[in-house]
């Protein structure tokens, strides 16, 4: 399988990407084929073959009813990136450590400090991937509103 980084650097994929993240407020939350073609003016090929990467990632879950295909986002693979940038997007300023041993560990070196437990990188990581996801759904309601 190729690497997330890889799949998601493609725009034409996060277009459609984007495409299904706004279907997911619609009663179905699914989208068409000929929908994304619609929304994206693009060929139909070029869709579907873009359509078959993302498929392939685990990123989009597909429906088949007759001949027609009906597509759906599955964030889930997307964790590896958030993962990944968690430690750009968090500083220190961000954390109010209740212990003394949190606030050796949380000075100028950040979260990767040795001095954290492993419960507090724990609690720390969670509450990371909780503002990263409410702060992508904020954005993508703001991308909406704006259009």
Known sequence: MADIFDIVADSTRREILQVLLEAQSSVSGEVSVS????????????????????????????????????????STPL????????????????????DASAIGAASSVGFGATGLSESQREFAASVGKVAAGAAARAAAVVSKVKR
Not at 43 to 69: C, I
Not at 80 to 88: G, K, R, S, T, V
């Open 79 to 98: 964790e590896a990136i958030d993962d990944w940038l968690l430690p750009f997007l968090g500083t220190t300023e961000d954390i109010e450590p209740t």
């Open 35 to 74: 929908q994304i073609v619609h929304a994206l003016e693009l060929s139909q090929p070029t869709v579907s073959k873009h359509l078959k990467v993302l498929r392939d990632a685990g990123l989009v879950a597909v429906r088949e009813e007759g001949q027609h295909r009906y597509y759906h986002l599955d």
